[in-house]
């Protein structure tokens, strides 16, 4: 049966304001794959994940739905602060969703450069931290071309130095691009949002409302001011496990700690002085911690260099 061609407009106008109306309900909070999608009315949105935060804008084509990440403005952001029970060398704790996954190299430019993680790097703990024995006069960093790792098109290849300066203590938070310059895709149905994959719509997530998954104040609070800590923070407030005490049960205040001049930490005044673990490695723990600053860097095109032939870290459990 032929359809009238004067009906073949009809439907599809049909499918497109269902479509639309079903959009219009679209804000809420979705749960998948361990994060939880924000959706916003003003057209924003913001992902919730371990140790991970995205915000961006979306929009609607159609029956898809398009959540498009905010990118950050470089590949590396560095952090730094004295320690003064570092005499001599450097510290540096490295993180980042892909850490192991990437081609990260790390050193000193041009003859001291490393491998972050060894090649196929499977069952990385956590923290990855390393300590130098002598310190740098300046760090440069630099991710190779990784035919496993999804890579957009269009993002320049660079190198990043950040001088050290007084500091000896450093964590560097490297930026996954699959994770900022490339959209989140869902298909809107009349029950929620299907997430688009390689063979097609998944299954159906409903949505929560906001006040249902977040029933503290401070917690919405969290997420309506979230903008300025999805990256490029000012600093990062972490302990000796390097928590980062930044996340949905809110920010450390400041206020309510006690500065520790000679250490460079701040203690919890609620805590006895003889009970404060200076070297705890709890990631929950509390009691002291440590402020790192963001430092300022430089970026150049990428140069071919040559490497060190060990990686910085070795992690290979299986054979």
Known sequence: MKLNKFLLPLVFCTILISAQKNAENIDGVYHTRGAAFVINKN??????????????????EKDLLYLKPMNPEAKFFVYARKNPDIKTGM????????????NI???????????LFNDNANCLSYPSVHIFKDKMMSVTLLEEENEENWKPEGI?????NFPTGDYNDFIIEHMQDSLYHKDFVFKITKNGLSEMKNNGPGEVIKKSSLEKEFSK???????????DMTFASDYKLVNYG?????????????????????????????????????KSKDYHYSGVLMKFDRIAGTSQPRVAIKK?????FVANCNP
Do not use: C
Request: net charge positive; no cysteine; glycine share 6%.
């Open 91 to 102: 510290r540096i704790h490295f993180s980042g969703n892909d850490i192991g996954n990437s």
């Open 43 to 60: 057209k924003t949105f913001l992902v919730i994940a371990y140790a991970t935060l995205i915000k961006g804008t979306w929009n609607v």
């Open 308 to 312: 060190l032939p060990k990686p910085l």
């Open 242 to 278: 390097y928590n980062t005490n930044t996340g949905i049960n809110g920010k450390t205040d400041l206020n309510y700690y006690k500065y520790d001049k000679v250490r460079n930490v701040y203690t919890n005044p609620s805590i006895p002085a003889k009970e404060l673990d200076y």
């Open 156 to 160: 320049p290849r660079l190198m990043y």
């Open 105 to 115: 190299v790390v050193g000193e430019f041009p003859d001291k450069m490393q491998s």
């Open 217 to 227: 104040e401070e917690d919405r609070e969290f997420i309506n001011q979230s903008s």
